[in-house]
């Protein structure tokens, strides 16, 4: 059973560029969620993706967004990249069991 | 206000020696659910247990179990018999609400080392 999955594993842009992260959720799961990790911080929730719709947004501005397909996979985007933007990204997948299940993460580096 | 507060920014215990990771929470609301991960070098984070404001009874998963508190608004964990692949970061996580996809609330994270 294959667990979240997460492309590409590191990234490095340049500020003002634009970036895509991809995310395919666990097995049987059809929703997606977004956290950026800064470094030495805990996740910070991004929003959340159920039946090809946002649902839940945290405090980021209009230049992350994302979008969920079919097949319940997910991206997510972010528009004119900040040094601030540096960080972990992770996805999440969940059902209606009780956990997310978290997957590898993307590095982003922005120059 | 913090809703998640992790006090212990870092941590040492014995191989083999039980540790207590200490978590606190703040909500209102009557359902949620808090949450445990691990998180190793390599960035990935590890579901490790959870514990639901309902549950009567104290989450247990293998060496790990949640000691719930709630009038204390307390979640700690407990590991026993830690071993050295438990070096890592602890997250304590809360969920408001009964939707399994609802957002998780982080706290900042406690390292934990062991020592052989």
């Known amino acids: 059973d294959a667990g979240v999955t997460q492309s590409p594993t590191h990234l490095i842009k340049t500020r003002g560029q634009q970036v895509t992260l991809r995310c395919s959720p666990k097995?049987?799961?059809?929703?997606v969620s977004w956290y950026q990790q800064a470094l030495g911080q805990g996740p910070q929730f991004i929003f959340q993706?159920?039946?090809?719709?946002?649902?839940q947004r945290g405090n980021f501005p209009d230049r992350f967004s994302g979008h969920q397909f079919p097949n319940y996979s997910s991206e997510l985007n972010v528009n004119a990249l900040l040094l601030g933007d540096s960080a972990l990204y992770l996805c999440?997948?969940?059902?209606?069991?009780?956990?997310?299940?978290f997957g590898p993460g993307t590095r982003l580096t922005v120059l | 206000a913090q809703k998640i507060t992790q006090t212990q920014p870092g941590m040492f215990v014995q191989e083999k020696e039980a540790v207590t990771l200490d978590c606190t929470y703040d909500t209102s609301d009557p359902s949620y659910g808090l949450f445990w991960y691990k998180q190793p070098s390599s960035g990935e984070m590890i579901f490790l247990i959870y514990?639901?404001?309902?549950?009567?009874q104290n989450a247990t998963e293998g060496r790990y179990s949640l000691n719930f508190q709630k009038a204390r608004k307390s979640a700690n964990l407990v590991i026993s018999a830690s071993q050295l692949g438990d070096s890592a970061m602890y997250f304590c996580a809360m969920r408001e609400g009964e939707n399994a996809g609802n957002m998780l609330t982080f706290g900042g994270g406690t390292r934990l080392m062991v020592k052989p």
């Open positions: 993706y159920y039946e090809e719709e946002e649902r």
């Open positions: 097995s049987g799961h059809d929703t």
């Open positions: 514990q639901g404001s309902y549950d009567q």
């Open positions: 999440a997948s969940s059902w209606t069991g009780r956990a997310q299940f």
